[in-house]
Structures are given as C-alpha cells and as structure tokens.
C-alpha cells in the first residue's frame, strides 16, 4: 500500500463504527467511510468536540450539522495551499490520501531536468495540477464543472501559481482527449482520476466500468514519444489495483517501462492502522 503520511495540517484521529473522525488544519470533522466497518470505543475526546458531522441517511446523501466551523478555510501541503468548504454529498474538496502520488510524480518531474507537459483530467480542484506546476511542469486540466475549475484556480492563487503555465479547461475528458488525438497533441506525462459515475457539462455520461478501458486506450495515443508517467486514480471497489495493473500493462506493453499498481491510504493516529482510500496504478518510463 502506499500511504500519504507527510501531512502535517492534516490527519485521521481515529474511525470507527462506518465513521472517521478527521483534522483539517484545527477543525475537527466526522465523515462516513464506507471502509470502516469494524467497531472500537470512542475513546478519542475529538468525537464529542467536532467542529461538523456529516450524518449519512438511510434513504441516501445526508446532511452537515456544524458547530462553529467556518464556511471556508484552508490548509498547506509543502508549498500548496487548499481552500476547504463542506459540501452538500460529505466532501470537503480535498482527497488528502492523493498527496502521496503528487510526491511521486513531482520527484520524476523534477528528475527529468527538461520541460514537461502534463495532462490532468477530471482535475477536480487542483490538487495534482499544483504539485506537477509546483515542481516545473506546464499543466492542462480539464474538468467538466465550471465550479470545480474555479475552485482549482483559487487554489492556485493561494499556492503561489497564478502565473504558472496552467491551461485551465472546463470541458468534458473524453471529448477533450477525442480532439487532442485528432489534433494530433502530445503530454509527457498523463494524470487522471474518474469518478465512478457522471455527467459532462452537456449531459453526457460516464460510467466507470464501461468506458475505462477504451478511455485508457485512447489517453495512451497522447503520450509523447518519451513520456515520463502514466497516472489512473480509482474510488470504485470493482477496479482492484490488479484491474488496473492489467489496463495500464495491456496498452503500453509496446513502451519500455514498469507498471505498479496499489491500494492508497492514510495512517489513523489513535491506532496506527492504514485506512484504504481507494487504488492507484502507475506507469513509469524506465529509460528516461
């Protein structure tokens, strides 16, 4: 497994019981996790002290209930900054358990020594687009949500990039990658993360178990020629790291390279053990 544990304005105090109870810089937040189906005492005082509770409902989503927490605030990751803000479906705007594949590629970005595009599609709010401008890329990312897009470039502004070469693009990912083919564009390194289920900004759907593969297939014709990583980020139990692993090995078996593929997580403080946060797998150029 690889573990995100260089946080410091973050971490997991404890989770039991369906529930993690989390630091974000100084406020305190319980959030469902579908992982945590074991049962301990709640021994650690920040259960009874939380500054938000999102309780889930047994009809589906649920609700925030708050005590004296800001509607935003932020936290640092190294030279990153990120705006926070509870959303209405339990997210905060932030998978900190990422943080360990941003170290990961910002380490062959900067080893490259030599300038280095990188595509980061379904960007979200502009975690992974940070750490690769951090560390000397050109990034574009591309999200279908307008909002989203804005977030990331807050973000931005916030982390010391506003006149980093970013590309900020609202748009559908696959739409967008049809075009980059065509156009005949090409990325040194290429970073997504899909969600399960979704819409493009014209009502288009993606479904992760049908159109991962073909997605994958077409994102490899826009690597160039050295490319330096391939990065695919999953949330869904069905696609284990060996599904991914399978993927990634099958359409870039013609480059030379190392496919690796693992759960991600975060260490809980009040035990010592690793919470799963979803899986990653991995394509790293081994000649470059």
Not at 30 to 57: A, L, M
Not at 65 to 80: K, R
Not at 175 to 183: M, S
């Amino acid at each position: 497994m690889w573990i995100a544990d260089q946080w410091k304005d973050y971490e997991v105090l404890d989770c039991t019981e369906g529930e993690k109870l989390e630091r974000w810089g100084k406020y305190l937040l319980i959030r469902p996790d579908p992982q945590v189906i074991w049962e301990t005492p709640k021994t650690v005082p920040g259960w009874t002290h939380c500054n938000g509770h999102y309780h889930r409902s047994k009809k589906g989503g649920g609700e925030w209930e708050f005590f004296d927490l800001p509607q935003q605030w932020q936290i640092h990751y190294q030279s990153a900054t990120f705006h926070l803000k509870p959303f209405s479906f339990k997210h905060t705007g932030l998978f900190p358990e990422q943080a360990v594949n941003w170290d990961w590629f910002s380490g062959i970005i900067r080893d490259a020594k030599r300038p280095v595009r990188v595509l980061n599609l379904f960007a979200y709010t502009g975690g992974a687009t940070l750490a690769a401008a951090a560390a000397g890329a050109q990034v574009t990312h591309v999200d279908a949500s307008k909002g989203m897009v804005s977030w990331a470039k807050e973000n931005a502004v916030s982390s010391g990039l506003k006149n980093a070469p970013i590309r900020w693009l609202v748009d559908d990912c696959v739409k967008f990658v049809e075009r980059e083919i065509r156009r005949g564009n090409h990325y040194d390194a290429l970073i997504m993360d899909p969600p399960s289920y979704g819409r493009g900004p014209k009502g288009e759907i993606w479904k992760i178990e049908d159109m991962i593969h073909p997605f994958i297939r077409r994102c490899t014709q826009l690597l160039s020629k050295d490319a330096l990583f391939f990065l695919v980020n999953s949330y869904t139990t069905g696609l284990a790291p060996a599904v991914l692993t399978y993927m990634i090995s099958t359409e870039l078996k013609d480059r030379k390279g190392r496919v690796d593929s693992q759960e991600i997580g975060l260490p809980v403080k009040s035990s010592g053990l690793i919470l799963p946060c979803g899986a990653s797998g991995r394509w790293e150029c081994t000649h470059c």
